[in-house]
Nanobody, 125 residues
Framework: SAQLVESGGGSVQAGGSLRLSCAASGFDFDAWHMGWFRQAPGKEREGVAAIRSGGTTYYVDSVKGRFTVSRDNAVDTLYLQMNSLKPEDTALYYC???????????????????WGQGTQVTVSS
């Protein structure tokens, strides 16, 4: 079965950078749709970024210009480069996968079947 393992979270000051990784196994990674989501305490899970098998990317407005999603199909790994981090980016970050997600629902958590355990990102002011 599909397995996803996130890493790269940590604590940084505002304005800093982090790169999250998501190691995938158990499925045909290069053919699947991948996404990054986050959930802050007391808030609903939010779609942050997504990338289709062909490379098309999607971002929530609040991270456009600061975050970059990418994938390396040679090593079955998804990345999220996060720059200019803000305190409001503090959350538990998850990667997710599914064989197909309609483009209009690329950042909708209900459209993803497989999830990792999450990695914590904390941004201090």
């Amino acid at each position: 079965s599909a397995q996803l393992v996130e890493s790269g979270g940590g604590s940084v000051q505002a304005g800093g950078s982090l790169r999250l990784s998501c190691a995938a196994s158990g499925f045909d990674f290069d053919a699947w749709h991948m996404g990054w989501f986050r959930q802050a305490p007391g808030k609903e899970r939010e779609g942050v970024a997504a990338i289709r098998s062909g490379g098309t990317t999607y971002y929530v407005d609040s991270v456009k210009g600061r975050f970059t999603v990418s994938r390396d199909n040679a090593v079955d790994t998804l990345y999220l480069q996060m720059n200019s981090l803000k305190p409001e980016d503090t959350a538990l970050y998850y990667c997710a996968a599914d064989v197909y997600v309609p483009p209009v629902r690329a950042l909708e958590s209900k459209d993803y079947k497989y999830w990792g355990q999450g990695t914590q990102v904390t941004v201090s002011s």
